[in-house]
């Protein structure tokens, strides 16, 4: 009974998601597709009041950012404090894809993002 009690929490602990050490915005463009966890300064905050949508560019203005945190007009209230990031170190966590061959995280949670 012990062994197969030992077999199933390594095997949880297997399936269970880690966030590994936060990577640069930069190397995020490689991941596509995984989950990462990146350390970046937000260079330029973009606010579409029409859709509600709002950009993050992280590690450069666009069209030259590294990578673009996106959080839909649906999930704008959860980050009220995003249109006052310019020039903030931020840590942001989520799976990175890609939009019109660029890197992107979509942020749909708070626990999602931290400011430093």
């Given amino acids: ?4 009690f ?4 390594v095997l949880a602990m297997l399936s269970t998601p880690t966030w590994a050490a936060p990577i640069s915005a930069a190397d995020a463009a490689g991941m596509v597709g995984q989950t990462v966890t990146v350390n970046a ?3 330029e905050v973009k ?4 859709s ?5 560019d992280l590690d450069g ?6 990578l673009t945190l996106f959080i839909s007009g649906a999930d704008a209230d959860k980050f009220a404090d995003a249109q006052n990031l310019e020039g903030a170190t931020v840590e942001a966590s ?3 894809s890609e939009y019109q061959g660029r890197p992107e995280i979509a942020l749909s949670d708070p626990t999602q993002f931290l400011r430093k």
């Fill in 1 to 4: 009974m012990g062994l197969r």
């Fill in 47 to 50: 606010h579409f009041a029409k």
């Fill in 94 to 96: 989520g799976i990175v």
């Fill in 41 to 43: 300064t937000v260079s």
């Fill in 61 to 66: 203005r666009y069209p030259q950012q590294a």
């Fill in 6 to 9: 030992a077999s199933i929490v």
């Fill in 52 to 56: 509600g949508i709002t950009l993050l």
